[in-house]
Nanobody, 126 residues
Framework: QVQLVESGGGLVQAGGSLRLSCVAS??????????MGWYRQAPGKQRELVAS???????NYADSVKGRFTISRDNAKNSVYLQMNSLKPEDTAVYFC??????????????????WGQGTQVTVSS
């Protein structure tokens, strides 16, 4: 089992910035995480990918956030971050952290399951 804890959400005016953080932890020592990412879900809409990053730091962004958001990770801290600049009201959503492909424990077992955080609210006022 892996737990993800997000932080950094809040209320900001349009044009402002926020930085989201997510830390992964588990009962066993985590050696590596293949993919970490951020998703968001606005009221009445489906959850959608915002950005993802692999252990090799290859990134993928939704078209709607390209040039405004930057995803990064710190493998030593099992953490992923989302720097959000030039925020727009349409960025308002609950943002969820996700990780998949966790290698942990003395035998370095690979867990292919996906794990999600509890979500953090981002509200952008116009």
């Amino acid at each position: 089992q892996v737990q993800l804890v997000e932080s950094g959400g809040g209320l900001v005016q349009a044009g402002g910035s926020l930085r989201l953080s997510c830390v992964a932890s588990g009962r066993r020592f985590i050696f590596s995480i293949n993919t970490m990412g951020w998703y968001r879900q606005a009221p009445g809409k489906q959850r959608e990918l915002v950005a993802s990053i692999t252990s090799g730091e290859s990134t993928n962004y939704a078209d709607s956030v390209k040039g405004r958001f930057t995803i990064s990770r710190d493998n030593a801290k099992n953490s992923v971050y989302l720097q959000m600049n030039s925020l727009k009201p349409e960025d308002t959503a609950v943002y969820f952290c996700k990780c998949q492909g966790v290698r942990s424990g003395a035998t370095m077992t690979m867990d292919v399951n996906a794990y999600w955080g509890q979500g953090t609210q981002v509200t952008v006022s116009s």
